[in-house]
């Protein structure tokens, strides 16, 4: 489920977004002057939001799929 949806935010370019995103605080902020606690700190809600609900939809019916075959879990 992992590597599909990796693969799913690839088709999309959520991946080329968040690098873009990621580049453009570190040259606002400066690489001296961010860590990567904070850069991840403020790209996290970016990050979620760009992700298509189309994609959030597949991912939950899989997980859900897969809960009801491992009920006894």
């Known amino acids: ?5 990796r693969q799913r935010l690839m ?3 959520w991946r080329d977004q968040m690098k873009s995103y990621c580049k453009d605080i570190v040259k606002q902020k400066g690489l001296e002057n961010i860590t990567v606690d904070e850069l ?9 939001a ?9 991912m939950l019916a899989l997980l859900r799929q897969y809960l009801s075959k491992h009920e006894e879990l």
């Open 11 to 13: 088709e999309y370019g």
């Open 40 to 48: 991840v700190q403020e790209i996290t809600p970016k990050g979620r």
């Open 1 to 5: 489920m992992k590597q599909l949806l």
């Open 50 to 58: 760009l992700v298509p609900d189309s994609i959030k939809k597949e």
